[in-house]
């Protein structure tokens, strides 16, 4: 179905499954360790080989020479593949370096080698015997440094020029502005981190090649697979029932799944590889670290009459700019204002989407300078945002917002965090020998549907089976799809099963972005409505006022159980849901507001929050108690980038040092108090089939600077380079002599 | 590459400005060894046995197969994860003899003789334990991965707290420790989610210790 007009009643309304905080139908699987995982498939492969990633030891250069004898005769090896004898291998249209490196070396850690041999041990031990005589060049590893001469960039998807986007005469008014800020920000190198490694087993029929793999993006990893290996797609068959954890690192064809692919087919049986930690950071994509000037200028009443934000990132060559000016286009009004990207050439290892892929940055920038100018000016932080509201996309001032709720969502949660008692003036609260802090700031993320495409089969024994190649990362896609299912078809949640995350299944929208909870249950929506088209027409009703419900089907005043329409065999229904032009008449996006408090020891100038609230405005909730969980995550994920998220560059060799989970901190338990999520009820008619919008990314966007606000209301000290860290604050604390 | 024509040269000692030549062997081990490669001869296998989850089993394991792989590999009791191996997540935590270790860090020859306990052995999924049942009630988990160490410490902090064991948020030494948020997750934080459910995994432990207490 294409979704062209705006979405009128229909059966989702009734909500009599779907908006119910059901437990996941896949719980029990995942709390018992039963839920298999890409290098867990002993069912359906008996005695793999395995399969062990050699990475690159230098950032740039190239391989002078590698001697494999040791290796090739060390106990138990199968095989060793480079990219010596590997064949001819393509570039995944996604991946921005090549993912077997050799002779050239693009980044530290790039794949060199897989060692295939009958077990684990086996293939470690032999890979360090592989003697590699590198030649190392100079490379370009410091971005303050090429940020001096790199030049303006177009957008990520490539869409858009390189050129600054203007409106109204930005430094003209900025100059006439009674208050004025112009700050820089910077975000460092981030790393997803995600508990499950990259990891993939690979088994070969022929010419036909099974991969289980841990994947978010069912078709992309296989189209790219395909295009790497020089095979045609329709060889390979990619599954991912289980993923644990992606945050836009698995979005991508990576090297675990290729390197077992080369090793099942030179050791003639199937190969599991998965990719060691200390490997991950490196070898793998992160966020790029950011350099963002913010520009602020406003009358003394706090109307925005200027506004810019410049933001430069970098990448490989032939990569992408983090795009964090995304949300200053959209966020607060303004009438002059500028946003641009520059894009410097990096020889660091690939930058890619991370989890809200330039808002997330760019909102830690912003949403600081936002409570800067409030400060400026005299007004409250919320004030401040309520006056600068827009309906309206500032730019296209004829694009209206379809829903926006930003205002309700600052309002509410300041009465629910109870704002009122905060003290504008920094560094005056105390308890005990801790400073005490309370910050907020707005959360916005743009929201989209995507194609995405559905199977349902209502067969003979009531059991209605959803197929699709949706993943579900830890999102709740099993369960809010089955509950979309259940929903149409008039069933309970028990009577549905879903099957997720398999190539034979239609193509769907895969889980990024956020567009894939509303997305995904669009298309099950849309293969529904076929389904129920197929059981009115056999049951002999007109099938546009049919109602399906507790198991019945009626239409006028004729009844009948849906079970009769099966009886002469199961019904099926296929479709996909895509986007028409609503995005372009309406401005489709979530907003929320995130409040923080935290404590900072007046002696040490340790960090630890304290309360945390999310009010979010995301359409239609599709189960409130997963769409919590994935914003609980966020702002969990936003307090880590606040206060210790960071890669660490060397920037002489040209690495990210601390590439393990003991070196790269993250929040741990006791990081993490009590949080609290509230969603505004609401649909949004415009954005979906099923009127839901995402939240899992919404929920990390903000969180960073209210972390950041609350701390320097705690303290008096700004810091605007992320992280947040005590060394940053500790020598100006108030109150510690 | 257009920008670099010196790496066009590839003998060693012709090299210009900006390059250099290293030779970095894969392990320090390997780079000790200068001359004639030693082959060592393979570790011979070694003959095992233990109780998992109430069950014995024999096994004949490299010395170096850690229990995490031992239980995985070997036993195919995958539910006990990795995610690091290298013990800074927690993800492949098991009970031995009723105390909770990272089976990452320790070799399958260690533990002749132990009674070790997986995630499996806790309960399975029509019988849930009351600590996976409250994961599940409490939406304590989001990906899964890191869910079965955080359950199997979970039902050990609990017994921790119970014992009285002290740990680094304990006000006083003397005193026994309390079933506190504070404790529950000061006693949890070698256990990493990197989605994020902490807050879930609270509620879940506090009910299952309020139903004990």
């Not at chain 1, 024994?461 to 949706?470: F, H, P, R, S």
């Not at chain 1, 409130?624 to 060397?650: F, N, W």
């Not at chain 1, 609290?676 to 009820?681: A, H, Q, R, Y």
Request: a neutral charge; hydrophobic letters at 40%.
């Amino acid at each position: 179905m294409k979704f062209d007009t705006p979405a009128g009643a229909n059966p989702i309304d009734r909500t009599a499954v779907v908006g119910r905080p059901h437990d996941r139908i896949d719980g029990p699987l995942k709390t018992t360790g039963t839920a298999p995982y890409a290098y867990e498939h002993h069912a359906e492969v008996r005695n793999p080989a395995c399969g062990y990633i050699l990475g690159s030891a230098i950032g740039k250069g190239r391989i002078g020479a590698m001697d494999l004898a040791e290796a090739k005769t060390a106990p138990g090896v199968l095989a060793i593949v480079t990219a010596q004898d590997a064949g001819k291998l393509g570039k995944g249209k996604f991946n921005t370096a090549k993912l077997l490196g050799g002779p050239d070396i693009d980044h530290y850690h790039q794949a060199i080698a897989v060692v295939v041999a009958e077990t684990f041990e086996q293939a470690r031990a032999a890979a360090a015997l592989i003697r590699v005589d590198y030649i190392r060049a100079k490379g370009r590893f410091d971005l303050a440094e090429e940020l001096k001469t790199a030049p303006l960039t177009g957008n990520s998807n490539g869409g858009a020029p390189p050129k600054e986007a203007r409106v109204g005469d930005f430094e003209q008014a900025f100059a006439a502005a009674p208050v004025t800020l112009d700050a820089t920000y910077t975000t460092p190198d981030q790393s997803h981190m995600m508990m499950e490694p990259f990891a993939s087993l690979a088994a070969w029929h022929g010419d036909e090649l099974t991969v289980w793999t841990s994947n978010q993006m069912i078709d992309w990893g296989r189209t790219d697979l395909a295009i790497t290996l020089g095979i045609p797609k329709e060889k390979i068959r990619f599954l991912s029932p289980y993923v644990g954890g992606g945050f836009g690192g698995k979005l991508f064809l990576r090297a675990d799944a290729v390197m077992a692919a080369l090793g099942a087919r030179a050791a003639k049986r199937p190969v599991k590889v998965a990719m060691p930690r200390p490997l991950m950071a490196n070898n793998s994509t992160h966020r790029p670290a950011t350099v963002q000037r913010i520009r602020i200028g406003a009358t003394r009443e706090g109307t925005i009459t200027a506004i810019a934000h410049e933001s430069g990132s970098g990448d490989l060559p032939g990569g992408r700019p983090e795009t964090a000016v995304n949300q200053s286009k959209l966020l607060y009004a303004g009438a002059n204002r500028l946003t641009a990207m520059r894009l410097a050439v990096l020889d660091l290892p690939e930058g890619n989407a991370m989890r809200a892929p330039g808002e997330a940055p760019g909102m830690m920038a912003l949403e600081i300078a936002i409570d800067e100018m409030a400060e400026r000016l005299g007004m409250d932080p919320i004030a401040f945002r309520v006056k600068n509201d827009t309906q309206v996309d500032p730019e296209k001032p004829e694009r209206p917002f379809s829903e926006r709720n930003l205002v309700r969502c600052l309002r509410e949660g300041a009465d629910r965090f109870g704002w009122a008692r905060r003290d504008p003036r920094p560094g005056q609260v105390r308890d005990g020998r801790w400073l005490i802090g309370m910050g907020m700031a707005a959360a916005f993320r743009n929201s989209s549907l995507v194609p995405s495409g559905a199977r349902v089969r209502l067969g003979r024994d009531g059991i209605l089976v959803v197929e699709t190649d949706m993943t579900d990362i830890g999102t709740g896609s099993y369960t809010i799809i089955g509950q979309t299912a259940a929903e149409m078809l008039g069933l309970p949640l028990n009577k549905v099963q879903v099957r997720l995350a398999d190539s034979r299944f239609p193509v769907s929208a895969g889980s990024g972005g956020q567009f894939g909870a509303a997305s995904s249950t669009s298309g099950v929506y849309a293969a529904c409505l076929k389904l129920r088209e197929a059981v009115a027409q056999r049951l002999g009703f007109n099938t546009t006022d049919a109602v399906f419900e507790g198991g019945t089907v009626k239409s006028g005043n004729r009844s009948a159980d849906l079970a009769d329409a099966t009886r002469a065999g199961d019904l099926t229904g296929e479709d996909k849901v895509e986007p028409g032009d609503l995005e372009k008449k309406y401005q489709i996006s979530t907003f929320g507001a995130h409040f923080v408090e935290v404590g900072v020891d007046a002696y040490t100038g340790v960090m630890r929050v304290r309360r945390m609230l999310a009010v979010c405005d995301a359409g239609r909730i599709l189960n409130p108690k997963t769409a919590r969980s994935q914003v609980i995550g966020a702002m969990t994920m936003g307090v880590g980038g606040a206060l210790m998220e960071e890669l660490a560059v060397d920037k002489r060799f040209g690495f990210f040092v601390n590439h393990d989970l003991a070196s790269y901190e993250v929040p741990v338990h006791l990081d993490i108090p009590h949080q609290e999520v509230l969603f505004l009820d609401g649909t949004d008619d415009k954005a979906s089939p099923m009127k839901a919008k995402g939240v899992g990314e919404l929920g990390l966007c903000g969180v960073g600077a209210a972390v950041a606000n609350a701390v320097y209301n705690a303290t008096g000290v700004r810091v605007r380079d992320y992280p947040v860290t005590l060394e940053k604050h500790l020598d100006r604390l108030p109150g510690a002599a | 590459m257009a920008d670099l024509p010196e790496l066009d040269i590839s003998r060693r000692g012709m090299l210009g400005g900006g390059t250099a030549t290293v030779v970095i062997a894969a392990s320090p081990v390997a780079a000790a060894q200068d001359k004639e490669p030693m082959q060592a001869d393979p570790p011979a296998p070694i003959p095992l046995s233990f109780e998992v989850n109430g069950e014995k089993r024999d096994l004949t394991l490299d010395s170096r197969t850690t229990l995490l792989d031992a239980l995985r590999e070997h036993l195919h009791l995958t539910g006990t994860k990795k995610g690091c191996d290298h013990g800074q997540c927690g993800a492949c935590t098991v009970l031995v003899d009723g105390v909770r270790i990272n089976s990452c860090l320790t070799l399958a020859v260690m533990h002749q003789g132990d009674r070790i306990t997986t995630i499996e052995g806790l309960g399975t999924p029509d019988r849930l334990h009351p600590m996976q049942a409250a994961f599940v009630q409490h939406d304590g988990y989001q990906c899964g991965y890191c869910t079965p160490g955080q359950i199997c410490s979970a039902v050990a902090v609990l017994d921790e707290i119970g014992r009285g064991v002290p740990s680094y948020v304990a006000a006083d030494l003397t005193e026994r420790p309390r079933m506190t948020d504070i404790e529950m997750r000061e006693r949890m934080s070698g256990n990493i989610c990197r989605c994020g459910a902490y807050s879930n995994i609270a509620e879940a432990m506090a009910q299952v210790a309020g139903e004990r207490a």
